[in-house]
T-cell receptor, first 114, second 116 residues
């Protein structure tokens, strides 16, 4: 069974610091990894996704992937109070016959302290 | 585009009643997903459709759950009979073709279901 593990938190980070969110996955067939942000009472929204080993940067966000260690992370630089949310890590494995759903972790609750 | 549309946004019902959740995907998206989110289990995939055809319903918890997609612009998730443990937020999401590396899934606002 595919599993994606995340520390549930809460992870408390002071404003302006770097927030580091981590995720591990069990299925080596997973090819791509997605980071979604979910505010309380809202639906998940995509921040970024990564499929190659190494780092991928988008503004204040950097995703890191290490397929050998089955490890994914998301760094948020210059953290803002508006970054306070639950961050969901998801793994995607291609199938032969159509689109697959994502396997989500339970999320890490991030709190940015002003 | 209005995004993924779900109705109702909130549903309160009594145990044993039938519940029908509705979803309109983004126009042009050919994959549709139903997820359920609870504090205990997180976000779980129930079923997904590709080009209106159910591809994998292994996440559907029991025979009480059924889903249909009669056309490209409409899908329903039905629970009959409903039970208190079905209380959760149900999300519908849609996506264009996944391509080689997957693609963004766009989530609707969700339906918060409470079964008394």
């Amino acid at each position: 069974q595919k599993e994606v593990e995340q520390n549930s938190g809460p992870l408390s980070v002071p404003e302006g610091a770097i927030a580091s969110l981590n995720c591990t996955y069990s299925d080596r067939g997973s090819q791509s990894f997605f980071w979604y942000r979910q505010y309380s009472g809202k639906s998940p929204e995509l921040i970024m996704f990564i499929y190659s080993n190494g780092d991928k940067e988008d503004g204040r966000f950097t995703a890191q992937l290490n397929k050998a260690s089955q490890y994914v992370s998301l760094l948020i630089r210059d953290s803002q109070p508006s970054d306070s949310a639950t961050y969901l890590c998801a793994a995607w494995e291609p199938s032969g016959g159509g689109a697959d759903g994502l396997t989500f972790g339970k999320g890490t609750h991030l709190i940015i302290q002003p | 585009d209005a995004g993924v549309i779900q109705s109702p946004r909130h549903e309160v019902t009594e145990m044993g009643q039938e519940v029908t959740l509705r979803c309109k995907p983004i126009s042009g998206h050919n994959s549709l997903f139903w997820y359920r989110q609870t504090m205990m289990r997180g976000l779980e995939l129930l079923i997904y459709f590709n080009n209106n055809v159910p591809i994998d319903d292994s996440g559907m918890p029991e025979d009480r759950f059924s889903a249909k997609m009669p056309n490209a612009s409409f899908s329903t998730l039905k629970i009959q009979p409903s039970e208190p443990r079905d209380s959760a937020v149900y999300f519908c999401a849609s996506m264009v073709d996944p391509g080689k590396w997957g693609n963004e899934q766009f989530f609707g606002p969700g339906t918060r279901l409470t079964v008394l």
